[in-house]
C-alpha cells in the first residue's frame, strides 16, 4: 500500500486503508506509525462502510472510479505496487 501511495500520490490516486478492527484507532494508529505508513487509514469500528460495499472477506481492495463507483474488486492480498495492479490503474487514469 505504501509504495503505491507513494507512486500515484501526485496523480489524482488515494489510496487509503479502512480497517474494522474493533478496538478502533487505538490499534490503528500504533500500528501506522510502527511500520511508517503515511497513506490515509479510515477507521469502520461498526463497519458501516463495510456493510455498504457488501464486504465479506478481510483484505478486500475496491477501485472506486471519480463517481465514487466500483469499478474492480478484489479479495486477499493484493499488490497494488505490482506491475498488473499499476497497469490497470494507469490505464483507468488514461481514460478518463
Known sequence: MQKA????????????TISIDGRGE?????????HGYTFPSLVDQRMEV???FGMRLVP???VLNR??????????PI????????QFLEALLSAS
Open 26 to 34: 487505538r490499534a490503528v494508529a500504533p500500528f501506522m506509525t510502527q
Open 5 to 16: 501511495h507513494e507512486r500515484f500520490q501526485d496523480r489524482d490516486v488515494a489510496i487509503l
Open 60 to 62: 478486500t481492495t475496491y
Open 50 to 52: 463495510a456493510r455498504k
Open 79 to 86: 499488490d497494488v505496487a505490482g506491475p498488473e495492479f499499476v
Open 67 to 76: 463517481e465514487g463507483a466500483i469499478v474492480g474488486a478484489g479479495y486477499g
